[in-house]
């Protein structure tokens, strides 16, 4: 199939062939590649017509990559709404010949009006204002890693987003990922910065002190954001966890106020 390298998993889904087929997978898992290899076995290994193969997808900028990706010939790529749209243009009763049907500008505008009547609930607009600054850009939960490879490649684009910002608002002095500006190394301490900005704690951020670089420094106290699930383990292995200990050790021994945040929180 192509030069797709596809793990065991993905092999499995590929060439699975029910009637219904459901694969979960988290955000950055390979779900789009599986699914262009699973469009080449269809018609390349079961002779399936690549007239008769849809996909859809929920918006139009994933609809985009697989056309520009995919390298059979004829498979028709949809959004959810478009094929909506086109059913009901195709098949379309009299009734609804004479109804115009709504456009996506439109649902924007109506999903707009109706979230600003239901922010009037102070509650409910505190979850969207935090959804919004904390969650929206988290495509896993932080601590709900499932290996240290998805670890890296979600921070990489966090620190890659963090990088891009900064090259271009250089000159207006408001550079990085989170909402003050730093150059911010992983998603973790991203939710914390923006956390601690938006509540006015005053903070510095990777502030060397004495050979020891503190992830967050509060006034006299310091932060750490310690890369542990629930029982203690880490997936950034042995030498970190030791790491963790000797942080332990250092404020105790100088008596400092520590915060200690680990990523399963």
């Known amino acids: 199939m192509g030069e797709m390298a596809l ?15 459901l694969v979960l997978a988290s955000a950055g898992s390979g779900k789009t590649m599986s699914l262009l290899a699973k469009i080449e076995y269809l018609c390349d290994e079961l002779e399936i017509s690549p007239g008769q193969i849809l996909a859809i997808s929920f918006t139009k900028k994933t609809v985009d990559e697989l056309i520009e990706r995919c390298s059979i010939k004829g498979v028709e790529f949809r959004t959810f709404h478009a094929l909506g749209n086109g059913i009901l243009l195709e098949y ?28 009037s609930d102070e509650a409910f607009a505190r979850k969207v204002n935090d959804y919004i600054l904390f969650y929206l850009s988290a495509p896993i939960a932080p601590g709900g890693y499932k290996n240290l ?34 150059l911010i190394r992983n998603k973790e301490e991203e939710l914390v ?64 106020r520590h915060i200690e945040l680990q990523s399963w929180q």
């Open 193 to 256: 910065a923006n956390w601690l900005y938006i509540n006015q704690i005053n903070y510095e951020y990777r502030k060397e002190r004495e050979g020891h670089r503190p992830d967050f420094t509060l006034d006299r106290c310091f932060l750490d954001i310690f890369s542990l699930d629930r029982n203690g383990n880490s997936l950034l292995g042995s030498q970190y966890q030791r790491e963790v200990v000797w942080r332990r050790k250092y404020y105790r021994r100088r008596e400092l």
């Open 149 to 182: 490879s998805q670890k890296i490649s979600i921070n990489r684009l966090c620190l890659r987003a963090s990088i891009r910002r900064q090259l271009y608002e250089e000159s207006s002095k408001r550079a990085g990922s989170s909402l003050r500006g730093e």
């Open 92 to 119: 379309q009763s009299e009734h609804l010949a004479k109804r115009r049907l709504i456009s996506e500008s439109e649902i924007a505008v109506f999903l707009r009006d109706k979230l600003l009547e239901l922010c």
């Open 7 to 21: 793990d065991k998993q993905q092999v499995e889904a590929v060439v699975a062939c029910e009637d219904a087929q």
